[in-house]
């Protein structure tokens, strides 16, 4: 069982930065690996980015290649996502995940196969 809770959601303008944060509670963290996705209003969730059970992997959705960062710290069980030059189409509310059976690659953007869901942060950017 992982719960997850997001923080560090909040207004900013265009090409500013905010540090999102998910914090995960109950045991084998270290078993899952991450994602963080966003909604959008009126859109389906995509994905964001994604990083392995140990970290030694990250993906990236192409629309957040080069701004957005993810990581994870094992003490503090806690996985970070770092948004950098912000764009008002970055508005949304994202989501953290976690999933023990993202075996491949690509499994990383399907939703679907995540089987714990923060209850998301909104991240607002203004023009």
């Known amino acids: 069982q992982v719960q997850l809770v997001e923080s560090g959601g909040g207004l900013v303008q265009a090409g500013g930065s905010l540090r999102l944060a998910c914090a995960a509670s109950?045991?084998?963290?270290?078993?899952?690996?991450m994602g963080w996705f966003r909604q959008a209003p009126g859109k389906e969730r995509e994905f964001v980015a994604g990083?392995?059970?140990?970290?030694?992997?990250?993906y990236y959705a192409d629309s957040v290649k080069a701004r957005f960062t993810i990581s994870r710290d094992s003490a503090k069980n806690t996985v970070y996502l770092q948004l950098n030059s912000l764009k008002p189409e970055d508005t949304a509310v994202y989501y953290c995940?976690?999933?023990?059976?993202?075996?491949?690659?690509?499994?990383?953007?399907?939703?679907?196969?995540?089987?714990?869901w923060g209850q998301g942060t909104q991240v607002t950017v203004s023009s």
């Open positions: 109950g045991r084998s963290f270290g078993s899952y690996a």
């Open positions: 990083i392995t059970r140990s970290g030694g992997s990250t």
């Open positions: 995940a976690a999933s023990s059976s993202l075996y491949y690659s690509y499994y990383y953007p399907q939703s679907h196969r995540y089987e714990y």
